[in-house]
Structures are given as structure tokens and as C-alpha cells.
């Protein structure tokens, strides 16, 4: 992963965001300009598999659905502004 190559794309919104899931170094440093952007989301490259994984997803999201249908609050709904 180049992070440096994505700053300036992603300041002059040459693309519209980015999502990062592993980086070069982990953690990202805490002076990366990417912390900072608003139109990059980056996760804490936790993504492993369970083999439960799939079924918990869609439970999850048919959960998250019927929600939506009776017009409740999601659940997990990202929070831009405290970064998660």
C-alpha cells in the first residue's frame, strides 16, 4: 500500500474517497494526512473470517432491513464525526 500516492487525489477529489483496511505501516502513523480527511474511512484491519461470518452478515443486515421497513433506528450507524 502507497498511501503517499492517494493524498493528493484524494485532497483535489481527482476520486471521491477511499476506504483502507491495511496500510504499509500499522498503525498508521498519527500525523498521517489521512486521518484528517473526511472522504477516507479507515478501519483497524480487523477484518479476519469466522466461519460464522457469512450468516452473521446477513442476519445482521435483514435485522438492519426491518428496521429500516418500520421506520426504527439502524443499528451501527457510523459516526463521521468521532471517526468510526
Not at 493528493?8 to 491495511?22: F, N, S, T
Not at 460464522?52 to 446477513?58: A, E, L, P, S
Request: hydrophobic share 40%; net charge neutral.
Amino acid at each position: 500500500m502507497q498511501e503517499h500516492a492517494l493524498i493528493q487525489p484524494l485532497r483535489e477529489k481527482w476520486i471521491a474517497g477511499a476506504g483502507l483496511d491495511v496500510v504499509a505501516q500499522e498503525p498508521l502513523p498519527p500525523d498521517s494526512p489521512l486521518w484528517g480527511m473526511t472522504n477516507v474511512i479507515i478501519s483497524p484491519h480487523c477484518c479476519g473470517r469466522l466461519d460464522d461470518n457469512d450468516d452473521r452478515v446477513v442476519d445482521f443486515f435483514a435485522l438492519n432491513l426491518k428496521r429500516y421497513l418500520n421506520g426504527k433506528k439502524l443499528l451501527n450507524i457510523v459516526n463521521k464525526k468521532a471517526g468510526f
